[in-house]
């Protein structure tokens, strides 16, 4: 019968695992929620929240109410009957991840019945009490195989089958391991296992069927059975047998301790469990745990029998056992879960994840010569005060190979070059007049070319889907910032198309001051050299047109965006 009881666990555990290895189990608690914390900790929770203390508060976290069934079995010199009915109640704090107290009471009923016969039943027993005949022993220890009757008459010897019904209470306070809420890999678990041991009382009040109504049993119409053929026997003793269970058994009388005329005895208890979660509020839990008290009648017997010989009193004390499934609630409002379902290392990991609360050091990013562009992208070590372009290079405007922070002519044209150690170029005493030099007017330079002459052919600029520069786009603005630099005194004008609608205004805007910034930014072209002009007719909307400007060219180089909400949009 232990067997199946056994195995109808397993087959009970194999179903909750199946059912709660499907539950979603979240993350925990926000460590920020100040309404989970108690006042008492309050102070402890800002200087949390301030930065001034590593660790959150402990959050206030619900109770525990279970209840559950389950079959209850006792340990003693008679054989259980299984299964038989328990029932229990609980409720549960924890005081940790970890720890945790519950208050249990439990209820059983234990039965117990031997296929071996007695006759040497002691005087005063039960049996005896009810007016079975057994061996009597002398003052002087003698056995007798007759015992003298109240009549004065000797009876014969009777067999009798020990048999027992005990009603038990207990009340316990017992304190709560579980195992295996910290998890490494995951937030939070799905099933929890605890083992559990405390200290209680127990109260308890046993029966023995020995007379069917007021008449006793012919024990004798059965045979004692054996090893082998025990259940037959087990079967004619429960056709014989009503379930009256009408007389008191052996008990300590008055000189133990009694709560309503039942037997009290102190005892302690030890267990195991395992919970698996169905929800944030509810689990289910199966649990085995066995009671220990020092007493030995827990079954109405006191004596072990002998085959053959005297009855000897046992050394050992009874106890039982309660295996359960029961239904456990969590309770509470403005609470987290008990804190035995989370994992105090979810903190820790989330905030090392994605860091909320963390105090993190401002980025120090070396800069070795002090030019604002950080050394992981500065391609020069650059003198002290000399501006620089975004890749830390030294600014030269007009290309003479001298530093604008060094160079006292800023923009030394094409044909004063070189320029001396200052930057000042060499340039050519230019004619007089205009009659004796015509170019000079022409060109508004002594070297009788115009800017268009100098620059030549400039390229056009295409753009694709978006408004960023392609390769081929990056090395041909290369070429024109190369001519720019040859020829200081030159500016162009960078063209835009089409103006139809919005869209297109917004488009060409973009498309022209991507072409200026990249010149001002990358190539280290002055922006006014370059003359910002978009939504002109003509031309292809995803191209720009570069072209050399007049000399007398005043047009601006920087124009507000016509719609630039349109073009977040």
Not at 70 to 82: E, K, L, N, R, Y
Not at 110 to 138: C, D, F, I, V
Request: with cysteine; charged share 20%; net charge neutral.
């Amino acid at each position: 019968m232990a067997s199946k009881k056994y195995l109808l666990l397993a087959g009970l555990f194999c179903l909750i695992i199946s059912s709660a290895s499907a539950q979603k189990v979240g993350a925990s608690y926000d460590v920020k929620d100040s309404s989970l914390i108690p006042s008492k900790r309050m102070p402890l929770h800002s200087q949390f929240l301030e930065g001034s203390y590593n660790f959150p508060a402990k959050p206030r976290n619900q109770w525990e109410v279970g209840f559950g069934l389950g079959m209850f079995t006792v340990s003693g010199d008679v054989p259980a009957q299984i299964p038989t009915p328990g029932f229990h109640v609980h409720v549960r704090k924890a005081f940790g991840y970890v720890f945790s107290v519950r208050l249990q009471y439990l209820y059983g009923i234990g039965k117990g019945m031997h296929w071996l016969q007695a006759e040497n039943y002691y005087k005063n027993s039960p049996w005896q009490n009810a007016g079975y005949h057994a061996p009597y022993r002398t003052n002087s220890g003698t056995i007798v195989s007759s015992q003298t009757l109240s009549g004065g008459q000797n009876g014969s010897l009777e067999p009798v089958f020990y048999n027992y019904k005990t009603k038990t209470q207990d009340l316990s306070l017992q304190g709560v391991v579980t195992l295996n809420q910290i998890r490494f890999h995951k937030a939070k678990t799905s099933f929890t296992v605890y083992g559990f041991g405390g200290i209680g009382a127990t109260v308890y009040d046993t029966k023995v069927n020995a007379l069917n109504g007021s008449a006793k049993y012919n024990f004798a119409s059965i045979p004692s059975g054996s090893h082998d053929n025990r259940k037959d026997t087990k079967d004619q003793l429960k056709d014989l047998l009503d379930d009256s269970y009408e007389s008191d058994a052996d008990n300590h009388g008055p000189r133990r301790p009694k709560l309503f005329g039942n037997t009290l005895k102190p005892s302690g208890t030890v267990g195991m469990g395992v919970a698996f979660k169905l929800s944030n509020r509810i689990n289910l839990a199966i649990e085995d745990r066995h009671t220990f008290i020092k007493d030995d009648l827990l079954d109405g017997q006191r004596w072990q029998e002998q085959a053959w010989g005297d009855p000897v009193l046992t050394r050992d004390f009874d106890s039982y056992n309660y295996a359960s499934i029961g239904l456990n609630i969590n309770i509470g409002a403005k609470a987290v879960e008990p804190l035995w379902w989370l994992n105090p290392l979810d903190y820790a990991y989330s905030e090392i994840r994605n860091p909320r609360l963390m105090r993190l050091p401002k980025p120090v990013l070396p800069d070795s010569d002090g030019d604002g562009v950080t050394d992981q992208f500065d391609q020069e070590q650059t003198p002290q005060g000399c501006p620089v372009n975004s890749h830390g290079v030294t600014l030269d405007t007009d290309g003479d190979g001298i530093p604008d922070c060094k160079d006292k002519e800023l923009i030394t044209p094409t044909y004063c070059q070189p320029s001396d150690a200052d930057g000042i170029g060499k340039c050519p005493v230019p004619c007089p007049t205009c009659e004796n030099c015509p170019d000079l007017c022409k060109g508004g330079k002594g070297d009788g070319q115009t800017c268009a002459e100098k620059l030549g052919q400039l390229p056009s600029i295409t753009f694709g889907k978006s408004n960023k520069l392609d390769d081929d786009a990056k090395a041909a603005l290369a070429t024109v910032a190369q001519r720019l630099r040859n020829n200081a005194g030159c500016k162009i004008v960078v063209v835009g198309y089409c103006s139809s609608n919005k869209r297109e205004q917004q488009l060409s805007w973009d498309h022209v001051n991507a072409v200026i910034t990249y010149l001002v930014e990358k190539e280290g072209i002055s922006q006014d050299r370059l003359i910002f002009n978009y939504g002109q007719e003509g031309g292809d909307c995803n191209t720009v047109d570069l072209q050399p400007a007049e000399a007398d060219d005043n047009r601006p180089n920087t124009v507000p965006a016509p719609h630039p909400n349109l073009r977040k949009n």
